[in-house]
């Protein structure tokens, strides 16, 4: 039997998720934001959850109904006959994600729902369920967007992040989710050897091993949410659980550097929890002195930006990550998960493909480095490529969503500007065209000012024209002594 499932994941990756579910095999595959809806049968809710690499929690749907107010919530949820799915001494959670000018706490959400949950029970047992918060037996999720709302169970747990392997982690260590996801969007799948130059906790290294081997990221999960409802089939579970049918022999080897020796020991640690070490060596390492690599090799790593991570001489880093590239590394690709353009920059290199994709909070690029001796032209005239057709199309399909979200957060912000209060729309909009003005005026007082005299940028000549760029050296000249007398300067 058929039916609804949500698969949530990071901004950025929802076309690798709906790609991943189309391979699995779930039906009417649909992508969402932060989210891929498709349907499928109980035991693709369980290879979903074992299966998939970048999705980050798995829901089902039990009722999806219109609500503007925590009433209207209320009722609605207790029109769902909770018995099917509480058992009795179960405990259970509820998790709220709200967008909505009619819900401004998504916490009281959670409350009302919880509420009316529990008056249910009670009034038809006298008897009411345990919420637990920590460890609940049925993990339960409400959506609200505006006044739609979909109410569904948790058949994850925790978050599908949380692999299992990982037994220490550096400082701001990258999702396992968003790895998978990048190294993914590169289409390497254990052609060439892999190598990441700057592995903190080794995070890129291991996916790339899953991924090589096509070894499910469930494997190393104790638990899942679904192991605990009342129609939970284990004996369906184990197979699919011990089916590796579909693992494959690697050929080549994966590689992983960092400066910091604690990193390197944090990384093999981890290496060794997923039983990859014949897969992957893990060395401390500079990236500036990197040497080359024999053979091809795809690089894909994460620097630091600067943010939750202080590096001193963050611009020097990328700069050096340029020069690596272009004289240590040739005839490979190069991918590059970075947050600031002024970092971009100094690598010094031009991308041949640009993905926006979040890290956390951090809205990022990801960009792809084709590296080749010679000129563009003779590559390309040799069969080298630096761009494919569907990474074209990616990226301009993904430029039109991300262009459209840039439109709507700047519409929303004009209408509310319009809707607030007269007097506080009238005080921001002076405040605003106050520092606009000071802007154009900073703007064209750098434009303009020239380096042959202090003031010569704040004045005007005799005809009431500034001083331009684009006239001679005579010419400014000239025209200075036209306006300051034969003196040819203010004293």
């Known amino acids: 039997m058929e039916f609804e499932m949500i698969a949530k994941t990071f901004m950025g990756l929802e076309d690798i998720l709906a790609q991943e579910l189309v ?40 009722k999806h109904f219109r609500a503007k107010s925590a009433d209207q919530v209320y009722d609605h949820i207790k029109e769902i006959d909770w018995s099917k799915y509480i058992g009795d001494g179960k405990t259970f959670s509820v998790d709220s994600v709200v967008y909505s000018e009619e819900f401004s706490n998504s916490r009281f959400v959670t409350y009302k729902v919880k509420d009316a949950i529990v008056d249910q029970f009670r009034e038809r047992t006298g008897k009411r369920p345990n919420i637990s918060v920590a460890d609940a037996d049925i993990r339960l999720n ?61 995070t890129l290294a291991i996916e790339a091993a899953l991924i090589a081997r096509n070894i499910a990221p469930g494997v190393f999960r104790k638990k899942y949410a679904f192991e605990k409802w009342h129609d939970f089939d284990a004996a369906l579970f184990d197979e699919i659980y011990n089916d590796d049918s579909r693992e494959r022999e690697f ?23 997923a ?3 014949a897969d992957i060596t893990i060395e ?20 630091p930006y600067g943010e939750r991570i202080s590096t001193p001489n963050l611009l020097e880093t990328y ?3 340029g020069e690596r590239l272009k004289h240590a590394f040739k005839e ?64 301009a399909e993904k430029r039109r969503t991300w262009q459209k979200r840039d439109y709507e957060k ?27 003005r000071a802007a154009r005026e900073r703007k064209a007082f750098s434009r303009d000012r020239k380096p042959y005299g202090e003031n010569e940028g704040r004045k005007s000549r005799k005809d009431g024209k500034p001083f331009r760029r684009g006239e001679t050296r005579s010419e400014r000249q000239n025209n200075r002594k036209n306006f300051f007398g034969n003196r040819g300067s203010e004293d």
């Not at 992508?31 to 035991?43: E, I, L, Q, S, Y």
């Not at 390492?285 to 994460?302: C, L, P, R, S, Y």
Request: hydrophobic share 35%.
């Open 23 to 62: 391979e699995l095999g779930a039906n009417n595959v649909e992508k969402g934001r932060r989210m891929v809806a498709f349907t499928g049968d109980k035991a693709l809710m369980y290879r979903a959850n074992f299966a998939l690499r970048t999705a980050i929690r798995i829901l089902k749907p039990i």
């Open 142 to 202: 409400i959506h609200i967007s505006e006044d739609k709302a979909t109410v569904s169970l948790d058949s994850s747990g925790d978050s599908l992040h949380r692999r299992g392997y990982r037994q220490e982690a550096v400082e701001a260590p990258l999702n396992e989710v968003l790895a998978a996801g990048m190294i993914l969007m590169t289409g390497w799948k254990g052609e060439t050897d892999f190598i990441d130059p700057m592995c903190g906790s080794g």
């Open 251 to 273: 050929e080549h080897h994966i590689y992983g550097y960092d400066i910091d020796y604690l990193a390197v020991n944090m990384s093999k640690a981890n290496v060794k929890a």
């Open 275 to 277: 039983g990859l070490s």
């Open 284 to 303: 401390q390492q500079d990236f500036k002195d990197f040497k080359g690599h024999e053979g091809k090799a795809i690089i894909v790593t994460n620097p």
């Open 319 to 321: 700069k050096m990550i």
């Open 332 to 395: 490979g690709e190069a991918w590059i998960l970075s947050y600031r353009e002024e970092c971009f920059q100094q690598i010094g290199l031009k991308p041949s493909v640009k993905i926006p994709l979040y890290n956390g909070s951090l809205e990022c690029e990801y960009r792809k480095y084709s590296i080749f001796d010679g000129k563009l032209k003779n590559f390309r005239e040799e069969g080298g490529v630096v761009k494919t057709e569907e990474e074209k199309r990616q990226m």
């Open 410 to 436: 700047k519409e929303t912000e004009r209408i509310d500007n319009e809707e607030a209060d007269i007097l506080t729309f009238k005080f921001r909009s002076l405040e605003k065209q106050r520092s606009e």
